[in-house]
């Protein structure tokens, strides 16, 4: 999940709300010859449209068919407009709305997870 330094999280809405989100941290599918970092930058790109930089590791959440490791970042550059087809919308969340944008429980375990190892929120 990409923070910008004012404590302001970057989240995708998912196009036609796949997977039941209305909105979430960008996230994909580990492909062959990508390291799980790498993976994780280039998903911020093509959901976002973000250039990021990884800062830290958050840890490994089990979903329905997957288990999804998330990071920490920062953003080095990049603009919202340059997203792909898989995201409608790109939002600049501030921290204390989160829980009210992120509506699927599984982004509530992560934000909990990031709290208890009192990373920038």
Do not use: C
């Amino acid at each position: 999940m990409t923070i910008e330094p004012d404590g302001r999280f970057w989240l995708v809405a998912p196009t036609n709300a796949f997977g039941g989100y209305k909105a979430t941290f960008p996230k994909g599918t580990l492909e062959p010859g990508l390291t799980p970092q790498a993976a994780a930058i280039k998903e911020a790109f093509e959901e976002a449209g973000l250039q990021v930089e990884i800062t830290g590791l958050i840890g490994d959440f089990e979903r329905s068919q997957s288990i999804t490791r998330y990071y920490t970042a920062r953003r080095l550059g990049g603009l919202p407009t340059q997203m792909d087809w898989e995201s409608q919308a790109v939002l600049l969340v501030p921290e204390p709305q989160l829980l009210k944008v992120l509506n699927h429980a599984n982004d509530h375990a992560v934000i909990q997870a990031l709290v208890k190892l009192n990373t920038t929120v």
